[in-house]
């Protein structure tokens, strides 16, 4: 058992990470967030009922684990709030401080932050199709060193002194500070809500990591949402890969880290920018509707289309995958021709083998397709890869053989027994 796995998004966010954690989960002490906020959402199905996480990772309901958030996460104290008694509904009993650690590094999404990413999107000619839960201006606060981290958060008297400053520094500021002076109050006192759970998350993994304990770590969105390796500037605002863990945990755990990157067996992405093989024909409602493709944050539809395989290539290349989960396989059933993008055609720079860096030579490719024989009637749910028909298995190879990483696991339904497996 590696002392540290980490599963991340592989495509464009959506691929059904939350219930590989949960999985996952089982053999782990701890289950760790490193990224991103309430724009995630993570849907589970726990004794056949729907739950959805946005902020809290998955793990959080096996017993005697701990659930944290990292340094590079940003944390709205009021949706945390919200979550924490949702989570104690369900579970019967609370989350406690030895059972959940927030990083005192995290910064902290404010009244402000969403209102500014409201005002941003319908201002923009090109808008990003942002969740407008505050994440990017929390982002850029941070960066622009004008932020509040959890840990001072916590402090009233800091928070008070960091409210004056920013009032005195920024006028669109103070006028929102003193026309919403309700929704601020209520900002405030939710650190007290918060204030116990509070710690250095990064020194304990360090000594849960010396301990041999084993750390699951959950990535939020997907790699090609990344801000610098996504397709910017569609894209979210954290380092939603490999290196995005790293940074927000501490590297402690680099040596032992096994990494695994989630796929739906064909193509979703919410929001605005390219997507080359998105599809607006009868296959692509076939994906929509019998993946029940709607946003869990915002349920807003995802936009459907073929696997991509260069841009999953380019993921598993540039985050080291050790492995792929190939998630809603049993949504391809049915369909008499499944397609994959083994390449792109370019009207001016012919045919790419590589996912461009550049979202406007992204935006004018055509995929070049190869095509593979469907399957009729469902596949089995569990078992091994030789329990599948034929096609499936030939699809599954193939993929293998296009992104060079081994198919680990396949998903074929929404609860926690729904996998098939490699037969050794
Ligand atoms: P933001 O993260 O709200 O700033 O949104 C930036 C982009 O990331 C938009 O295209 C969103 O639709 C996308 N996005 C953010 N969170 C998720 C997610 O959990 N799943 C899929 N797309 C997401």
């Known amino acids: 058992m590696p002392r540290m796995t980490i599963l ?14 949960d999985i996952l989960a089982k053999d782990a002490d701890i289950v760790a967030r490193y990224q991103g906020g309430n ?11 729907k739950i959805v996480l946005h902020q809290v990772p998955s793990g959080a309901f096996h017993e005697g684990q701990v659930a944290c958030l990292g340094a590079g996460v940003v944390i709205n104290p009021l949706a945390m709030q919200d979550e924490l008694e949702k989570i104690k509904k369900i579970k019967g009993k609370p989350l406690t401080p030895e059972s959940l650690w927030l990083s005192a590094r995290a910064h902290v999404i404010t009244p402000w932050s969403i209102e500014v990413d409201g005002l941003r999107e319908s201002s923009l000619k090109q808008p990003i199709g942002t969740t407008k839960r505050g994440i990017g201006p929390t ?14 958060f916590i402090k009233s008297s800091y928070t008070q002194k960091w409210l004056e400053a920013r009032c005195e520094q920024d006028e669109n500021f103070k006028r929102h500070y003193q026309e919403r002076k309700q929704e601020w109050q209520s900002f405030i006192d939710s650190a007290k809500v918060l204030a116990p759970f509070v710690c250095d998350v990064e020194g304990r993994l360090v000594d849960a990591l010396a301990d041999n304990k084993h750390i699951l770590v959950e990535g939020a969105q997907g790699a090609l949402l990344d801000i610098d390796h996504g397709t910017y500037p569609f894209v979210t605002s954290s ?14 755990g680099r040596k032992w880290a096994k990494v695994i990157g989630v796929a739906k067996a064909y193509t979703t992405r919410v929001g605005e920018g390219p997507m080359p093989t998105e599809l607006h024909d009868e296959a692509g409602r076939h994906l929509a ?5 709607f946003g869990a944050t915002t349920g807003r539809p995802r936009r459907c289309g073929w696997l991509d395989a260069v841009a999953l290539k380019y993921v598993c ?22 397609r994959v993008a083994v390449a792109y055609e370019h009207p001016k720079l012919g045919r790419l083998d590589r996912f ?5 030579v992204l935006a004018d490719c055509k995929p070049v397709y190869r095509d593979f024989a469907g399957w009729k009637g469902d596949i089995p749910t569990q078992g091994h890869f030789s329990d599948l028909p034929p096609q499936a298995l030939h699809y599954i190879t ?27």
């Open 8 to 21: 991340i998004g592989a495509q464009w966010g959506d691929e059904g990470k939350g219930r590989w954690i």
């Open 317 to 338: 290349q540039l985050s080291g995958l050790d492995g792929l989960i190939l998630n809603k396989f049993d949504i391809l059933s049915g369909l008499e021709v499944i």
């Open 289 to 293: 509707s019998k993946g029940a493709e």
């Open 139 to 152: 982002y850029a606060d941070k960066a622009a060193r004008l932020g509040i981290r959890l840990g001072h």
């Open 39 to 49: 724009n995630a959402g993570h849907t589970l199905y726990i004794q056949g009922e």
């Open 239 to 252: 380092g939603t890969g490999v290196g995005g863990a790293f940074q927000s945990l501490g590297a402690a």
């Open 356 to 360: 461009p860096w550049d979202h406007e």
């Open 398 to 424: 193939a993929i293998e053989e296009l992104v060079g990483t081994r198919v680990m696991m396949v998903g074929t339904g929404v609860t926690r027994q729904d996998a098939v497996f490699p037969n050794s």
